[in-house]
Antibody, heavy 128, light 108 residues
Framework: QLQLQESGPGLVKPSQTLSLTCAVF??????????WSWIRQAPGKGLEWIGY???????SYNPSLKIRATISADRSKNQFSLKMIPVTAADTAVYYC????????????????????WGRGTLVTVSS | DIQMTQSPSSVSASVGDTVTITCRAS??????LAWYQQKPGKAPQVLIY???SLQSGVPSRFSGSGSGTDFTLTISRLQPEDFATYYC??????????FGQGTKVDIK
């Protein structure tokens, strides 16, 4: 059974770098038709997708965060990571990593993905 | 980007009730929609994908319908463990992924 586990500093100073890692257990980041995403949730707010890395290494980001966020994967450690710079208090949130699976296949193409496995989340507070 | 709008933002219901939550997309997304349940302090869990497909292990009292721009999540025979916040998500193969603002189901 696939499990995901986020790790990283719980406190980051404004203008500095937020770095988080998601360890993958029971599966592999570079196999299967999966994407690996970061999603965040500010206190008392809804869900915001940050971006993903596909199993072939290609990436996609939320346009509102694109210039600040970078997602990468380390096959040797079977994990993927998020870096955001610079951060502000508005980046304070619970950060989740999640796997996206294909929900609808047709003609060899996936038409719909959904987040089928989530990590527990890690709270990152941006404060001096 | 495709915007997702849920209604209502909150609903009060009793055990045994049927609850309906709607989600509207700013443009047609075929059947590419997922629904998630989130309980306080926990990660979301998928209930429905492709608008109406029930995720393995999810009770059959949850059902989804709709296509194009208008979608519905129905919870029949509401159980105590169903009191939570529910999110819809634009789930096509074209990013960005976007979520509705959430609907909180609480006890009347």
């Amino acid at each position: 059974q696939l499990q995901l586990q986020e790790s990283g500093p719980g406190l980051v100073k404004p203008s500095q770098t937020l770095s988080l890692t998601c360890a993958v257990f029971g599966g592999y980041v570079r196999s299967g038709d999966y994407s690996w995403s970061w999603i965040r949730q500010a206190p008392g707010k809804g869900l915001e997708w940050i971006g993903y890395i596909y199993q072939n290494g290609s990436t996609s980001y939320n346009p509102s965060l694109k210039i600040r966020a970078t997602i990468s994967a380390d096959r040797s450690k079977n994990q993927f990571s998020l870096k955001m710079i610079p951060v502000t208090a508005a980046d304070t949130a619970v950060y989740y990593c999640a796997r996206e699976a294909c929900g609808v296949w047709s003609g060899g193409l996936c038409y719909s993905y959904y987040f089928d496995v989530w990590g527990r989340g890690t709270l990152v507070t941006v404060s001096s | 980007d495709i915007q997702m709008t849920q209604s209502p933002s909150s609903v009060s219901a009793s055990v045994g009730d049927t609850v309906t939550i709607t989600c509207r997309a700013s443009q047609g997304i075929s059947s590419w929609l997922a629904w998630y349940q989130q309980k306080p302090g926990k990660a979301p869990q998928v209930l429905i994908y492709a608008a109406s497909s029930l995720q393995s292990g999810v009770p059959s009292r949850f059902s989804g319908s709709g296509s194009g721009t208008d979608f519905t999540l129905t919870i029949s025979r509401l159980q105590p463990e169903d009191f939570a916040t529910y999110y819809c998500q634009h789930a096509s193969n074209s990013p960005p992924r976007t979520f509705g603002q959430g609907t909180k189901v609480d006890i009347k």
